[in-house]
């Protein structure tokens, strides 16, 4: 009787443990991937998303490559592989990573993009109204140039956001003829802020005239600072400069005095909160709200800081 209840005790043990370990075990496991951490913004989002994943109990990891998108793709095969609930891509274009999707949908693994974009097999995607906010800066921008002038593009077209804005931007240059594009530039990702640096110090150097160049457009707020910062050093201070995102370090930029006179800022927080909603729902079996959400994005200037 007494090696039955020892037995019993041990067997019960055992399985309480197992129990314990299969709660552990049972977490919802999300993948947060993107080759841009390094960006301040793409930053505060994946950062946003890992922390309110984590509140509900999700078991949360990061995967960044450093600009390597073709790395992202082998890795997004990885987590696929390992069978996670969802997966989160931040700031990509999903069609650079299209067959990964298609294989994650095939596995039955819902992807949700953070300020990407909307294709086949991605759920859900949160970003800002591209098209709105560079409508919204280039009009303040325009207006600034007195609708005439030399003006100067740094973009990255392979970003899905940046993309809409710059192509707005190519609209609009079409209704505004006073307004010469001189050049566009394509700014290296990551390492942004130094890229658009080199690159308009290059470009003063090449139009040293008063006049040559009136303004610059940013895509980012990124190529903004680093525009800026050239243009200071070369105390070309009649040349302005605008960006889209509100990163602190453009607002404080802005509130200084310096060329970068106006950004757009988008709600990145915002856009986090959304995603893990649409994810919340979806691992409850329920549908997503829409399967493009946008969060509001307001105009930043030194009037509009100063109010």
Same mark, same amino acid.
């Given at each position: 009787?007494?090696?039955?209840? +020892?037995?019993?005790?041990?067997? !019960?043990?055992?399985?309480?443990?197992?129990?314990?370990?299969?709660?552990?075990?049972?977490?919802?496991?999300?993948?947060?991937?993107?080759?841009?951490?390094?960006?301040? !913004?793409?930053?505060?989002?994946?950062?946003?998303?890992?922390?309110?994943?984590?509140?509900?109990?999700?078991?949360?990891?990061?995967?960044?490559?450093?600009?390597?998108?073709?790395?992202?793709?082998?890795?997004?095969?990885?987590?696929?592989?390992?069978?996670?609930?969802?997966?989160?891509?931040?700031?990509?274009?999903?069609?650079?990573?299209?067959?990964?999707?298609?294989?994650?949908? %095939?596995?039955?693994?819902?992807?949700?993009?953070?300020?990407?974009?909307? #294709?086949?097999?991605?759920?859900?995607?949160?970003?800002?109204?591209?098209?709105?906010?560079?409508?919204?800066?280039?009009?303040?921008?325009?207006?600034?140039?007195?609708?005439?002038?030399?003006?100067? +593009?740094?973009?990255?077209?392979?970003?899905? =956001?940046?993309?809409?804005?710059?192509?707005?931007?190519?609209?609009?240059?079409?209704?505004?003829?006073?307004?010469?594009? +001189?050049?566009?530039?394509?700014? %290296?990702?990551?390492?942004?802020?130094?890229?658009?640096?080199?690159?308009?110090?290059?470009?003063?150097?090449?139009?040293?005239?008063?006049?040559?160049?009136?303004?610059?457009?940013?895509?980012?707020?990124?190529?903004?600072?680093?525009?800026? %910062?050239?243009?200071?050093?070369?105390?070309?201070?009649?040349? #302005?400069?605008?960006?889209?995102?509100?990163?602190? %370090?453009? #607002?404080?930029? #802005?509130?200084?005095?310096?060329?970068? +006179?106006? !950004?757009?800022?988008?709600?990145?927080?915002?856009?986090?909160?959304?995603?893990?909603?649409?994810?919340?729902?979806?691992?409850? =079996?329920?549908?997503?709200?829409?399967?493009?959400?946008?969060?509001?994005?307001?105009?930043? !200037?030194?009037?509009?800081?100063?109010?």
């Amino acid at each position: 009787m007494k090696k039955f209840l +020892v037995l019993l005790i041990t067997v !019960t043990s055992i399985l309480s443990l197992a129990a314990c370990g299969g709660g552990k075990s049972s977490a919802k496991k999300v993948a947060i991937m993107t080759p841009y951490l390094s960006s301040v !913004t793409t930053n505060e989002m994946v950062k946003k998303v890992k922390a309110e994943g984590e509140k509900k109990g999700w078991n949360m990891h990061v995967v960044d490559t450093k600009g390597d998108v073709g790395q992202l793709a082998s890795r997004m095969e990885d987590e696929i592989t390992k069978h996670v609930n969802a997966i989160v891509i931040v700031s990509i274009d999903p069609n650079q990573i299209k067959a990964q999707i298609q294989s994650a949908k %095939q596995a039955k693994i819902p992807v949700f993009g953070c300020d990407s974009g909307s #294709i086949d097999g991605v759920v859900a995607n949160a970003t800002s109204d591209n098209q709105k906010m560079s409508e919204m800066i280039s009009q303040y921008l325009f207006e600034k140039m007195g609708k005439k002038g030399k003006l100067v +593009v740094l973009t990255h077209r392979p970003h899905p =956001g940046v993309l809409k804005r710059t192509l707005k931007l190519d609209e609009m240059l079409k209704q505004n003829t006073g307004i010469t594009k +001189v050049t566009e530039q394509h700014i %290296q990702v990551p390492g942004p802020i130094e890229s658009a640096r080199k690159q308009t110090e290059s470009l003063l150097l090449a139009n040293k005239e008063p006049g040559s160049i009136t303004a610059v457009w940013a895509g980012w707020d990124e190529p903004a600072i680093g525009a800026a %910062q050239a243009i200071q050093a070369a105390n070309r201070n009649d040349i #302005i400069v605008t960006g889209i995102d509100g990163n602190s %370090q453009a #607002i404080e930029m #802005i509130k200084k005095g310096s060329p970068l +006179v106006a !950004t757009v800022k988008q709600n990145f927080t915002g856009m986090a909160d959304i995603i893990v909603k649409q994810i919340d729902l979806v691992l409850q =079996g329920k549908q997503v709200e829409g399967k493009e959400l946008y969060a509001p994005a307001s105009l930043i !200037t030194k009037e509009s800081l100063s109010k």
